[in-house]
Each structure stands twice: as C-alpha cells, then as structure tokens.
C-alpha cells in the first residue's frame, strides 16, 4: 500500500473538509459543497501551496498532484499557467470537477457539443467565457463538461481542480480545416 502524502496544517485541514464535502452522492450537491469548500479556503487570500507546486513551466501549464484521496473518491490538482498558456478545447472523461483561482486571472470558456458525442467528428459552440480571479470558482458535471482554460494575463496564474476520481485521460479537440473538431484521446500526467 502506499504510503499517504504528507502535507503542511492548512493543506490537510483543505483535505479534510474536501473528504466531508464529497460524501455526498447527488453531483450537483457534491460540486457545490467541493465549491464552496475552495471559495472559503483559496478566497482567504492566505498562502498555502509550496513554491515547487506552484512553478511554471517554461512551455506549457504545469500538472501537480496535490492529494489523490486514498478512497478514490476524488483528486486534487495544482495547475499552474504562464503568460498566454492554454489548454485546448477538452472534456473531464466523464468525471465531475470544481476548478479554482488561487493566484492570477484565469479565462474558462464553455462550449457545448452539437450532435452525437460518440461521432468521429465534432461541433461545438462558444457558450460562456468567464474571467476568474482569486476565490472564483466553478464546477463542470457531465455532460456539461467541454471548455477551454486559459491564463488571461501576463502574470502567473495557478488553479485548484478537484476532480470526482482519478482524471488520468481526457479527449481533446482540435479544430479541423472544414469547421469541425477532431478528437483524441489522451494520458494525462503530473509534473515534478
């Protein structure tokens, strides 16, 4: 069995409420209690990650595992954004999630999936964009799951995402020449 991750106090207290907040069964009620969770803890404006989790990378946003609940239940991530880093257009694998500004401006865009979403060709339209800055966060449950987040200034940015297991793949989408989106799937993975 492996062995716990050990954490700074204001970590394991995020982890605590956490594991309260995800006990409940019903999605919508889930999210808003992860949600609320985060906007209470981040919103406080208080320090609580490391340096090293917070470090951007030169190339493209960062991926840090911060708790992977030993219950399956429910994942946290650092993701940490440099000047104009993205991700592409992309769902959660079915997966419920809470994302969370703690440092920066994020941009998250919502688009939703016209047609079949087992096709081989997708469309989708821009539904909301939404600039988030310290505390905001928002929750995404299937099938209500495709965006794109994007660091919206020149300053690092770094977010908080809870997801409802363990998100270690999506599909992203790529744009195609005859206005549709291509998808792929892919294995996602954490940084040092």
């Given at each position: 069995m492996a062995q716990a991750m050990q954490h700074p106090?204001?970590?394991?207290?995020l982890i605590r409420r956490l594991d309260v907040a995800v006990q409940e069964t019903c999605?919508?009620?889930c999210t808003g209690g992860v949600k609320r969770v985060l906007e209470e803890?981040?919103?406080?404006?208080?320090?609580?990650?490391s340096a090293a989790s917070i470090e951007p990378h030169p190339d493209r946003y960062a991926r840090r595992l911060l708790h992977r609940d030993p219950d399956g239940r429910y994942t946290v991530v650092v993701m940490?954004?440099?000047?104009?880093?993205?991700?592409p257009v992309?769902?959660?694998?079915g997966l419920w999630c809470v994302e969370c500004v703690?440092?920066?401006?994020?941009?998250?865009?919502?688009?939703?999936?016209l047609g079949d979403p087992?096709?081989?060709?997708?469309?989708?339209?821009?539904e909301t964009a939404v600039r988030a800055v310290l505390g905001d966060a928002g929750a995404l449950i299937p099938p209500f799951e495709y965006h794109r987040i994007a660091n919206a200034a020149a300053a690092t940015a770094v977010t908080i995402h809870v997801y409802g297991g363990d998100m270690d793949w999506g599909h992203?989408?790529?744009p195609d020449d005859d206005g549709t989106w291509i998808r792929t799937r892919c294995r996602l993975s954490f940084d040092g």
């Open positions: 106090p204001p970590v394991e207290a999605p919508q009620r803890i981040v919103g406080r404006g208080e320090a609580f990650l940490t954004w440099g000047a104009g880093q993205q991700t992309h769902d959660h694998a703690y440092q920066g401006t994020i941009e998250v865009t919502s688009f939703s999936l087992d096709g081989d060709r997708f469309k989708f339209r821009p992203r989408f790529d």
